[in-house]
């Protein structure tokens, strides 16, 4: 088959790491990937594994006529067998220009699951709510990477009948614990022994770096255990003034170590002893799986497939609630003191993520649902 994405952006978020994961894993589909804005993170990435990419350079949010006459030729001239979009605005503007182009093999990929108005913009709940009407007749297919998504979207009056959930896949090859990536990590932050907790994710209203924060303040409250806590994605640096005064107000500032965007996510994974997931909302959190892989388990709040994700090997609690979520910390701390059954639960992190979410197997499920609608 030929496959062409047609993607929001290529900049470093979930589905787009999905997205850049199913591309380079499937050798048996000719694909195209096509973002509406530039490059991003992963454009360059993608042409260097062999895959054609082009980009309609239009802005964040925005819908220009000459970026949908450049897609409307691509498809006419491409003529792919399927049509497999990502992310709202790319699900609405390309699934409409495909029907212009008199193709109707559109797959829409939704990968989101919060859709309150608190966590999202007047804007793209105005684009959700378009997509909720044109869901009954422009895609022959949806695909969710999670169950609760699928479940808020029918819910927003999508048409619940189209929906297939394929959760997003992971290359274990590279997300594996690696003792010399530890030890690098840990002696670059001048930590040893101490249990060295991390949050991976970019600064953003759905992530809720606040809930950690004040969550590991009532931690240091209680005294129970000694912590520090590592802060790895885009906007959690020392540039950042308001996540600076939300440490400093909180009294925590001490404890948290802010290290930006980096491209070694393995390798964070690896140097940690737990991961956090303190979001309000997700749909299929990439990070938690990936820290699984890396033999790290997880303590996160319940949003999206976050708690269906780490099953009984983390602790799963209510999402905007410190209280909570300081509890959970504390137990996995503790925890992480038990020697051969904190072991275990290691090795049991990494084996689930092998079992149902290892890049082949959901490579298979997409090429699955494409097949049911080229008519192959």
């Known amino acids: ?51 054609e990419v082009h980009t309609l350079n239009m802005q964040p949010g925005k819908l220009s006529w000459s970026g949908s006459v450049k ?34 093999r559109v797959s829409w990929g939704v990968h989101h699951s919060n859709l309150d108005r608190a966590a999202n913009s007047t804007a793209l709940l105005f684009v959700v709510k378009l997509c909720a009407i044109f869901s009954w007749f422009v895609p022959r297919t949806i695909v969710s990477c999670s169950e609760r998504s699928m479940q808020i979207h ?3 009056r999508y048409r619940g009948s189209k929906f297939t959930v394929v959760p997003n896949g992971y290359d274990l090859t590279r997300f594996v614990f690696n003792q010399e990536s530890r030890e690098a990590f840990r002696s670059g932050l001048n930590v040893k022994s101490e249990c060295l907790l991390g949050m991976v994710g970019r600064w953003h209203p759905q992530k809720d770096h606040q809930n950690l924060i004040d969550a590991m303040a009532l931690v240091n409250s209680r005294g129970a ?54 979001s309000r909302g997700e749909a299929f959190p990439n990070v938690v799986a990936e820290a699984m892989a890396c033999n790290t388990p997880c303590v996160v709040t319940d949003v999206g497939d976050a708690g269906l994700i780490v099953g009984d090997t983390g602790w799963c609690v209510p999402p905007e609630s410190a209280r909570e979520l300081a509890a959970g910390i504390e137990d996995a701390a503790r925890a992480a003191e038990q020697g051969a059954a904190w072991q275990a639960r290691c090795e049991s992190c990494r084996a689930r993520i092998a079992s149902d979410y290892e890049i082949t197997q959901i490579v298979d499920k997409y090429r699955a649902v494409w097949r049911s609608i080229a008519n192959l």
């Open 1 to 51: 088959m030929q496959v062409m994405h047609v993607i929001s952006n290529l900049d470093t978020g979930g589905a787009e790491t999905s997205l850049y994961q199913l591309a380079i894993n499937n050798s048996e589909d000719k694909q195209i990937v096509v973002s509406m804005q530039d490059d991003g993170a992963f454009g360059e990435r993608l042409r260097e594994q062999g895959i």
């Open 71 to 104: 897609l409307f030729k691509l498809i006419r001239n491409k003529r792919p067998a399927v049509i497999q979009t990502w992310m709202y605005h790319a699900d609405l503007v390309a699934g409409l220009v495909a029907r212009l182009a008199l193709n109707n």
């Open 154 to 156: 029918t819910a927003a």
């Open 225 to 278: 255990v000694q912590l520090r806590c590592v802060l790895v994605g885009r906007g959690v640096d020392e540039s950042n003034p308001d996540l600076l005064r939300a440490l400093e107000n909180a009294g925590v500032r001490d404890q948290f170590l802010l290290l930006g965007e980096t491209d070694d996510v393995p390798a964070v994974m690896s140097g940690i002893d737990i991961h956090i997931l303190s």
